[in-house]
């Protein structure tokens, strides 16, 4: 079992920024790669980044390309995600997720651990 634990979250007003941390737990030496979903407000949960395990694939979605970064320390079992001219639209509860599989996925259904979320809400 993976367990993860996101934070960072808050409240920032738009143009601002935020980096959202995930922090994993329990059975880590295998090869995850990792994802960072948001729900929005009465909206399904959709991919946001993805990262290989080794840290070098990423893979956005195309509304934060240029704005989000994600990365990654494997030896503090950490993950990143640099959010930067934040919008309104960016507004939701942000999840971080791991799976075994090898390329990094977009749909949620290859993604076995999630974290509990964190709330990220940008005013205009």
């Known amino acids: 079992q993976v367990q993860l634990v996101e934070s960072g979250g808050g409240l920032v007003q738009a143009g601002g920024s935020l980096r959202l941390s995930c922090a994993a737990s329990?059975?880590?030496?295998?090869?995850?790669?990792m994802g960072w979903f948001r729900q929005p407000p009465g909206k399904e949960r959709e991919f946001v980044a993805g990262?290989?395990?080794?840290?070098?694939?990423?893979l956005y979605t195309d509304s934060v390309k240029g704005r989000f970064t994600i990365s990654r320390d494997n030896d503090n079992r950490k993950v990143y995600l640099q959010m930067n001219s934040l919008k309104p639209e960016d507004t939701g509860v942000y999840y971080c997720a791991a799976t075994e599989a090898g390329p990094v996925p977009r749909n949620r259904e290859s993604y076995d651990y999630w974290g509990q979320g964190t709330q990220v809400t940008v005013s205009s």
């Open positions: 990262i290989h395990w080794s840290g070098y694939g990423t």
């Open positions: 329990g059975r880590t030496s295998g090869r995850y790669a």
